[in-house]
């Protein structure tokens, strides 16, 4: 059995990025967690790229990415969330629930096989970049808004994506097998509408972006 494959390596810098991240949280740079969930992300896409290009799927390979994900994109945005919640008491445990809607998610997705080339429930890393996004939103120049307004809108976004990520709504997956506009036109209108609303709103377009996906998933999935 071979471990230190490369799309295993690299999976392991993902999970590397989530501790750092919770050590940056502990030092009381949010920030700079939010950066390591970024990175986590683009390692995450990684991984599964190299094992697709390399033909070296694995049954460890897929376990070993459930718990980097769990660490990256389930304790640390929730723990991001309870930071910028510090101000609301019990309700700052709300946060959490996100972790815990993960640890479900991943552990459903190991054994769905309906996940082989869709999604049911929201993946985790698309929670994990919306709340990353949160305190670089917080810091643009033209984002006002009452604190408390804010930390009830985080609440409700912590339950309600909780609740989506256990769900079994169908969702579209960025896999591409081919890169033929026929086959990936939906990939591919979503990327560019992704982009326009990034270049449009900045950090502000993530959240956007979420709600995009999800609306896609729902409208092209309807019976």
């Keep these: 059995m071979k471990l230190f494959t490369l ?3 690299i ?8 501790i750092l991240g919770l050590i940056a949280l502990n030092e009381g740079h949010i920030q700079y967690a939010s950066v390591l969930v970024l ?6 896409f990684l991984d599964g790229f190299v094992a697709r290009l390399t033909n070296s799927y694995s049954e460890i390979g897929k376990q070993l990415d459930s718990l980097a994900d ?6 640390l945005p929730s723990l991001i969330l309870y930071y910028l919640l510090k101000d609301m008491d019990f309700w700052q445990y ?6 815990l809607a993960s640890a479900l998610r991943l552990a459903k997705f190991n054994i ?9 429930g929201l993946p985790t890393p698309a929670n994990a ?5 949160f305190p670089f ?4 120049d033209w984002f006002s808004a009452n604190g408390s307004t804010v930390s009830y809108a985080f609440i409700t976004y912590a339950v309600l994506i909780s609740i989506i990520m256990i769900s079994d709504i169908p969702m579209f997956a960025l896999k591409f097998k081919t890169f033929n506009w026929k086959t990936n036109r939906l990939r591919y209108l979503f990327l560019v509408s992704s982009l326009i609303l990034l270049l449009a709103f900045q950090y502000a377009g993530i959240p956007l972006v979420l709600l995009l996906y999800i609306g896609i998933s729902i409208f092209t999935n309807k019976p």
């Design 7 to 9: 799309p295993n390596i």
């Design 11 to 18: 999976t392991l810098a993902n999970l590397l990025c989530g």
């Design 39 to 44: 990175i986590a992300l683009i390692l995450d």
């Design 70 to 75: 769990m660490v990256s994109f389930g304790v």
């Design 94 to 99: 709300a946060s959490l629930l996100p972790a």
């Design 112 to 120: 769905d096989e309906r996940q082989s080339n869709s999604f049911r």
């Design 129 to 133: 970049m919306v709340v990353a996004s």
């Design 137 to 140: 939103i917080l810091k643009l």
